[in-house]
């Protein structure tokens, strides 16, 4: 069976920072793209981030480059998305997703949800003002 376990979420005062991490089991990220989305309340889950199956032409949405980060650990099946100076906009449920029905180990399409095969539950990040 394979899961996705997404961590790392938390109350972070704007301007903080966190670590994303997102775990897979029973699936082997290596080779594969992983992305990030997000859904703030009331609003469509979107694509934040994509990182590609060789590591190479990550993705970011504008509204956070230059302040949140993907990268990839393949020795420990994981990959992360560092979020950093927060701001109130950025709360939501944050996914990570992999198993591109694409164009495997590519980001393209990252930014749809129907792109991936395989979903987490989600990990929570509420950001104060």
């Known amino acids: 069976e394979v899961q996705l376990v997404e961590s790392g979420g938390g109350l972070v005062q704007a301007g903080g920072s966190l670590r994303l991490s997102c775990a897979a089991s029973?699936?082997?990220?290596?080779?594969?793209?992983v992305g990030w989305f997000r859904q703030a309340p009331g609003k469509e889950r979107e694509g934040v981030s994509c990182i590609r199956g060789d590591g190479g032409s990550n993705y970011y949405i504008d509204s956070v480059k230059g302040r949140f980060t993907i990268s990839r650990d393949n020795a420990k099946n994981a990959v992360y998305l560092r979020i950093g100076t927060l701001k109130p906009e950025d709360t939501a449920v944050y996914y990570c997703?992999?198993?591109?029905?694409?164009?495997?180990?590519?980001?393209?399409?990252?930014?749809?949800?129907?792109?991936?095969?395989?979903w987490g539950q989600g990990t929570e990040v509420t950001v104060s003002s």
């Open positions: 029973g699936f082997t990220l290596d080779g594969h793209a």
């Open positions: 997703a992999a198993g591109s029905r694409i164009v495997p180990g590519t980001c393209v399409g990252a930014k749809n949800t129907d792109t991936f095969n395989y």
